[in-house]
T-cell receptor
């Protein structure tokens, strides 16, 4: 299957700081990437759809100014959590689409103190 | 509201048995169907995709799709303890976005 990487795999930060998470498709080009968040014992929640060269489309209830998404190339999308707070602590997972399947990165565990 | 439903489980089966996981969806126009396996603390891993009615087999896994009844199932033959995980059903309906079920937790007892 297609390989998607994420970096970092985990991060601990202080409240009020910003954190950037990178998602890369390693062996294919992805015009569309997705960002999900998952809280313990819950299913994946789609945050936004990221299209190369255009603005991300955010799901209802997701603050676009807090979760900044950039999809600068066909193999790289980034999610920046701005002014992170403890309630932003979660497991963030990206996926990249090779139509119609999505392949997921290994996830980034964010802990905000 | 387009929905995908799964029994949350846990579904417990003895080692070597067949595990049967089911998923129903509300949108009759859904086109693509996927099964993912997610181990605790890890991200989902694609097991099977199916697009047309009938069965699709890959090793110990068989996906079954019945569009008339709006359900998709996953059979795991010769279940192993390493198959213990949460299995997520995902469906697309008109867009590339997935609609996920809440997942079924499978426990294979040694």
């Amino acid at each position: 299957g297609a390989v998607v990487s994420q970096h970092p795999s985990w991060v601990i930060c202080k409240s009020g700081t910003s954190v950037k998470i990178e998602c890369r498709s390693l062996d294919f080009q992805a015009t569309t990437m997705f960002w999900y968040r998952q809280f313990p014992k819950q299913s994946l929640m789609l945050m936004a759809t990221s299209n190369e060269g255009s603005k991300a489309t955010y799901e209802q209830g997701v603050e676009k100014d807090k979760f900044l998404i950039n999809h600068a190339s066909l193999t790289l999308s980034t999610l920046t959590v701005t002014s992170a707070h403890p309630e932003d602590s979660s497991f963030y997972i990206c996926s990249a689409r090779t139509s119609p399947e999505q392949f997921f990165g290994p996830g980034t565990r964010l802990t905000v103190l | 509201q387009k929905e995908v439903e799964q029994n949350s489980g846990p579904l417990s089966v003895p080692e070597g048995a067949i595990a049967s996981l089911n998923c129903t969806y509300s949108d009759r126009g859904s086109q693509s169907f996927f099964w993912y396996r997610q181990y605790s603390g890890k991200s989902p891993e694609l097991i099977m995709s199916i697009y047309s009615n009938g069965d699709k087999e890959d090793g110990r896994f068989t996906a079954q799709l019945n569009k008339a009844s709006q359900y998709v199932s996953l059979l795991i033959r010769d279940s192993q303890p390493s198959d213990s995980a949460t299995y997520l059903c995902a469906v697309t309906s008109g867009t590339y976005k997935y609609i996920f079920g809440t997942g079924t937790r499978l426990k294979v007892l040694a």
